[in-house]
Structures are given as structure tokens and as C-alpha cells.
């Protein structure tokens, strides 16, 4: 049983920054893995960035350099540092979460899923 709530979108102007959390209950300490997606209306849902329970991480080429996760195990957090924020940036994003270690950044992989927090950045 694990929950997973977002929080920290908004909006912001092109340049501007944003950070994501996403708090984690239930049975945090199994989830190997946990990273975050994003989907805007008309297209699929991609990965944007994904960490491991040791700190390894994945990260979408289009966020390289710009994105940072990161997550506190001992709080159950995890977290989205957006930078240098563009407006194909705006979507839904979505916290994920899986017992899985070293999954690919696809969202087939990840079982447990919250509701999403809007990020929008205007030009």
C-alpha cells in the first residue's frame, strides 16, 4: 500500500523556476525507485526524470541540464528542482514509484502513481 501525493506546480514566465515534491506513505521503504512524468493535452505521457533508492538517476534529454531530482529516503520524499523553465515545459506532472530497481524511464514500469501537479510557463 503506498500513496504518493504532488505538490509545487504552478505557473511561472519562461526563465523562471519551480520545485515539485511529492510525499510518499505506505510501505516507502520498498520502493527502489521513484521519478516523475509529465503529459500535455494532446500528447503521451513522458519521462522526465527518475532516482533510485541509492541515487542514481535518469533524466529526459529535453530537461538535461535544467531538471534536478532528488529524494530524502528518511522523509519520503522526492523531489523535481526545475530550472530555466520553457514553455514546451507545461504539463501535468506526476510523481512514480515502483519496487523495481534500475527501470527504464517509461511509465508502463511504475505501479504506484499520484494525481499530478499542473506546471505551466508562459512565453
Known amino acids: 500500500q503506498v500513496q504518493l501525493v504532488e505538490s509545487g506546480g504552478g505557473s511561472v514566465q519562461s526563465g523562471g523556476s519551480l520545485r515539485l515534491s511529492c510525499v510518499a506513505s505506505?510501505?516507502?521503504?520498498?520502493?527502489?525507485?521513484m521519478g516523475w512524468f509529465r503529459q500535455a493535452p494532446g500528447k503521451e505521457r513522458e519521462g522526465v526524470a527518475l532516482?533510485?533508492?541509492?541515487?542514481?538517476?535518469k533524466y529526459a534529454d529535453s530537461v538535461m541540464g535544467r531538471f534536478s531530482i532528488s529524494r530524502d529516503n528518511d522523509k519520503g520524499t522526492l523531489y523535481l528542482q526545475m530550472n530555466s523553465l520553457k514553455p514546451e515545459d507545461t504539463a501535468m506532472y506526476y510523481c512514480?514509484?515502483?519496487?523495481?530497481?534500475?527501470?527504464?524511464?517509461?511509465?508502463?514500469?511504475?505501479?504506484?502513481w499520484g494525481t499530478g501537479t499542473q506546471v505551466t510557463v508562459s512565453p
Open positions: 505506505g510501505d516507502t521503504a520498498s520502493l527502489a525507485s
Open positions: 532516482i533510485s533508492r541509492d541515487g542514481r538517476t
Open positions: 512514480a514509484a515502483d519496487r523495481a530497481l534500475l527501470l527504464p524511464l517509461k511509465d508502463g514500469f511504475f505501479a504506484y
